[in-house]
């Protein structure tokens, strides 16, 4: 296993090199009905940004639409991507989510998970115009991030944005679900679908489900032998439990109107 450094590595990193492969917010569930939501037909062109391991990706194409396009800023990721998925309808390009380089309107479904919550607002703001902006009319963009309760006051939401900040190495700026709907309806978006359900990331049954049984125990085992990383997932699981009445997963279906 390649060596890390494990006190600056992101979470999702660290995570990753235990060997866990789900690393979105609601885990598979929330995706898979992402996924349904969005209602891919075999006509339909597709854009995937930041496609991560190729999970989301795989479902995608089991729907055989017309081409399917992953965009992700990590030359790395994409040279993975490309050994794990490849055909004539299927290309990956290297290119940030708010400058995609395809044409406007030219495509029908545009896809993207843990990645809006990563990004400061004006950042959020430009790829969501580049969604809109790749998307035919009537065409449909969905998202699964994180999201924050409706109620929250700002000195909690500072707290948790805090904590993201300091515990997980990465500057996650989740939303409320009203804010996340304002987003996208300030962009030209309706809002169809809303699904959400608990961040249980690190939880036992979500990692059996996402993992599978043989694979949370392997990461529990990769966990246990590297004490340093144990340290940091451990702090990473507490802080998720002490703030889980406020931060959940969020799935949105928009259309382009």
Partial sequence: MKQIDVEQAKGHLLLA??????????????????????????????????????????????????????????????????????????????????????????????????????????????????????????GFYGIHELSLDNELNDTLKAKIQKYFTVKMKVNARPLTQQEWKNLLENEGFAIREIKTTPMHLLEPKRMIADEGLFGALQIGINILTHPETKKRILEMRKTFKKYQKHISAISIVAQKV
């Fill in 17 to 138: 090199k235990m060997g866990k492969k789900v690393l979105r917010p609601g885990g598979k569930e929330l995706t898979q009905k992402l996924i349904q939501d969005l209602k891919i037909y075999s006509e339909d062109d597709v854009v995937e940004f930041a496609p991560g391991l190729g999970y989301t990706a795989s479902l995608i194409l089991a729907k055989n639409p017309k081409s399917y396009t992953g965009i992700d800023s990590d030359k790395a990721m994409i040279a993975q991507l490309q050994k794990k998925i490849s055909g004539s309808n299927q290309k990956f390009i290297l290119a940030d989510a708010s400058q995609t380089g395809l044409a406007a309107e030219s495509t029908d479904k545009v896809i993207g998970e843990a990645m809006l919550s990563m990004q400061s607002p004006h950042q959020k703001t430009a790829i969501i115009k580049e969604a809109h902006r790749i998307l035919n009319k009537g």
